[in-house]
Structure formats: C-alpha cells, structure tokens
C-alpha cells in the first residue's frame, strides 16, 4: 500500500473518530445537563430514566462511573438528605475561606431539590445553650470566653473543621444534616461572570461580579444587629435569581458553569465535607475536601519539603480587602542540613484603622498566623520585623500528616507592612539530585507570588500559586 493511501487511510479514520467523540460528549452533555436541570426543578418522576440514561453513557469514563454509584444518594433516594452550604467572606479570611456569615440548607428528596433557605449565621448562633471554651487565639483576640457557630471553622483541616462546624449547627437547631459544602465569595463572583448581570427588582439592583462584594457588605452591615434579616433578606433574592437562571440554561453557559465549578473545587474556593465515608474518600482523590495532605516523602535521590500558609483574621473586619503578601524561601544544603529560610511580606493598603462601612473597608489586619511545615524540621527560629520572637508561638504536631505548624499573631496596620522570617532545617540523610516542594494553598486565598532561591546552586525562581502545587527541581551537583 503506497503512503499516501494510508495517509488518506489514517486521516478518514482520524476525523470518523473525531465525528465520534463529539457525538458521544454532546450526547454525554445532554444527559447530564437534563438530569441535572429535572433534580433543580423537582421533578422527582423523571429522575430514575434520566439517571439511567446518563449512567449508561457515562460509564466508559471511570470518575464519573464512580461518583453515579452513590449520586443516587447524594439526591435523596430512598432517605431525604439536607446540605449545608456555609457562604463565606474571604474578605474575612478564615482557614476554610472566610468568615461564615450566612448559610443555605439544600434539601433533596428522591431525586428532587425540595427546598431551598437561605440564614443569618446569627439565628441558630444564638440558640445554642451552654458554654464552650475557645481556642486561645480566639479568646486573645475577642475577649469573650466563649467559642460560637461563626468562628467554628477554625481547625486548618476542614475534614476535621467540619464535624466541629456541624456540632455547632446540631446545637443550634438544624439537625439531620449530611453534608457541609462551603462556598467563598470568589466563587460566586465567577458564578456571576456566567449568569450576571442579575437584576433583583426588590432592591432596584443590578448584581454582577465587580459590585456583588460590596453590596453583600453594604446590605450585612446596614443597620445590623443580631438576628435582623436584611443580609438574609438580600442573599435570599440573590440566590433565587440564580437558581432561576440556573432552569433556563443554554449550552454555552452550561460548558461555563462546569468550568467554573472545577477551578473553584481545585482551586479550593469550594469545599466539600459528607457524612458518608465512601463519598468523602472519592472527592478526597480530587483534593476537593480541604485535608492537610503531604504526599512526597524522601525516597534515594530525592529530597522532599512542605509548605502550607494559614491567615486567620481575627480582627472583626474586612481588612483582607486591602492586603498585599509576598513568599520568599531561600534553601541551601549545606553538611547534611536542608537550611531554609522562610520570609513573608504583608502590606495592609487600608486607609484607616477603624473604618466606616460601607462607605470604607479595611482595618487593622489581627492576623493569627499558622505555617505548617515537614514534621521533621528542627532549629526553628521566628522574627517580626527582624526582632526573635519566642513567647506565644503555638506548635503543633500533626503526625498522620507528618507535619508541624508554626502559629503566632503578626499585626499589620493600616498603610505599614511587617516582614515575618522563620528558618529551620532538617536532616538529609541521602545523597539528592532532586528536590520536591509541595504547597498548599489557603481556600479563600485567590493566589501570591512565591519565590524560591536556592542560595547554595545559584538558582532562582518565581512562580504565581493559585492552587495546591508540587515544585519540582532538578539540584547541580
């Protein structure tokens, strides 16, 4: 057979394939998209050969033949299920985003979204009887004496924030729950690049993603007080819209949407927690449940290290609006030693240490700090503004994940910055011509630069980190 029929050959079969795999994802599309439009409408009737269709077509694509066994579940099959979806306030930066101000509960039954409510964090916060002690830095902070429902996700694994977030909510009234899915606002800015301009005809406004922070702030902070109804009031509008726009859906926005979605779970402005095992384990292989995880270790010539950058503000304001920070790690080997010097730079850009919402944002950032670095680190050594500090530092080890944490307040005011350094090391006990650095990124935290320069081989780089990443060099000898 001469060339060029079996190029023409390779090419009919090329484009016969491509012909085929566009039909099958268009068809794969369509089966998802009106099983997933019929559980939004409560069509519960049509779930069981929607579903059946979309298994059927799925099932040569293993993620998606796994998640169909126990989506039946998710839904409602067979027992009512009921979500929690936590809206969270990275202008307030919390360890899983933000500061939880209000919720959503979802409640699906077989097959079908039933309800949907939209509350202030407040209601159930100030039903929940008895007493519980806050975690130090809390306490530090508020002066209270007690720890509540809104600053309950405080752990820095939301897996482990969860069932504590969940205890919170139990005591306050909503029970039965299986799930929390926490949402920051970055997310629903994206939503709105899709969906937006949303016009809510009750507030004479049109909502899109440059004004929607600023007008949640607005309405939150209008005349507030425990238990009033105008953040609920206006977020229930919201969303409402949304899910209106959500049963009228094209294609394109479809494609959109999904898009959407997955940068957000992998970029961890979406988090999932379930009471189901199964569930969790299966969203856990995406890195979409906010576990500490460290999945390198030092193997024969490769030399592994680890880095995860906790803020909590703790301030009671939105000073996160206004705040620039840059990552430096300067690495040397030297005898043994992996050396490493970490330095962070905070700039607070707020204009005033006690501003005037809404007109004004921002405020002295009361920063409670956690660094987790490998648990095999030694020697460490913390300096503000190049003054050691060695009082009030919080470790903590947590060695199923072979790692510590660092925690400490770091104070930037208004128009100032501070300059954190913290150096230890760890021992090499082999010979490496590799080096694997491991970061995970804050939910709540969009993205920073990060440089990385390794003193003792003349090497330097810059890289921008929006999502949890593993570095990889090759070392000079």
């Excluded at 964090?121 to 809390?138: A, T």
């Excluded at 926005?253 to 402005?269: D, M, T």
Aim: glycine share 6%; aromatic share 14%.
């Amino acid at each position: 057979m001469s060339k060029k029929k079996k190029l023409v050959i390779f090419l009919f079969g090329f484009f016969y394939l491509f012909v085929f795999l566009c039909l099958y994802f268009s068809s794969l599309a369509l089966s998802g998209k009106t099983l997933f439009l019929d559980v939004v409408n409560n069509k519960q009737e049509n779930f069981s050969k929607n579903y059946l269709s979309w298994k059927n077509k799925a099932q040569f694509i293993k993620p998606l033949k796994e998640f169909n066994e126990f989506l039946p579940q998710l839904v409602g099959i067979g027992k009512e299920t009921n979500y929690l979806v936590l809206l969270q306030n990275n202008w307030e930066l919390r360890p899983s985003g933000g500061f939880m101000g209000s919720y959503g509960k979802l409640s699906f039954k077989n097959g079908g979204l039933t309800n949907i409510k939209v509350e202030d964090i407040y209601v159930p916060d100030g039903q929940i009887p008895g007493h519980v002690d806050p975690p130090e830095p809390i306490q530090k902070a508020f002066k209270q004496g007690f720890w509540k429902l809104r600053d309950s996700n405080w752990e820095i694994d939301f897996m482990t924030a969860s069932k504590q977030i969940l205890w919170f909510f139990e005591k306050g009234g909503e029970k039965d729950i299986n799930g929390l899915i926490a949402l920051n606002f970055i997310f629903l800015k994206d939503l709105l690049d899709v969906f937006g301009p949303i016009n809510l005809v009750d507030y004479k406004l049109d909502i899109n993603s440059s004004n929607f922070v600023n007008l949640a702030q607005e309405k939150a902070q209008a005349d507030f007080f425990p238990g009033s109804s105008q953040k609920k009031d206006f977020l229930s509008s919201l969303t409402k819209e949304l899910i209106f726009r959500f049963k009228d859906i094209n294609y394109k926005e479809s494609f959109q949407l999904l898009k959407v979605i997955f940068k957000n779970l992998n970029q961890k402005q979406i988090l999932l927690s379930f009471n189901s095992k199964v569930v969790n384990q299966y969203f856990s292989k995406f890195n979409w449940t906010g576990e500490i995880k460290r999945l390198c270790s030092d193997k024969e010539n490769i030399v592994t290290d680890y880095l995860y950058l906790v803020e909590t503000n703790l301030g009671a304001n939105k000073a996160n609006c206004c705040l620039e920070r840059k990552v430096e790690q300067n690495i040397s080997f030297e005898n043994s030693l992996l050396k490493e010097k970490l330095i962070l730079g905070y700039k607070n850009n707020s204009p005033e240490k006690k501003p005037s919402p809404p007109q004004s944002w921002g405020g002295i950032y009361e920063n409670y700090l956690r660094i987790l670095i490998p648990l095999e680190s030694e020697n460490i050594i913390v300096k503000i503004n190049d003054q050691q500090i060695k009082e009030n530092i919080d470790l903590k080890e947590y060695q199923q994940q072979k790692v510590k944490s660092i925690g400490f307040f770091v104070i930037v005011d208004p128009l100032s910055e501070k300059k954190v350094e913290v150096s230890f090391q760890k021992k090499v006990n082999h010979k490496a011509n590799k080096y694997y650095l491991e970061i995970q990124k804050q939910p709540g935290v969009e993205s920073f630069p990060f440089i990385i320069n390794f003193i003792s081989q003349d090497l330097k780089t810059t890289k921008t980190i929006k999502a949890d990443s593993i570095l990889k060099f090759s070392l000079i000898d």
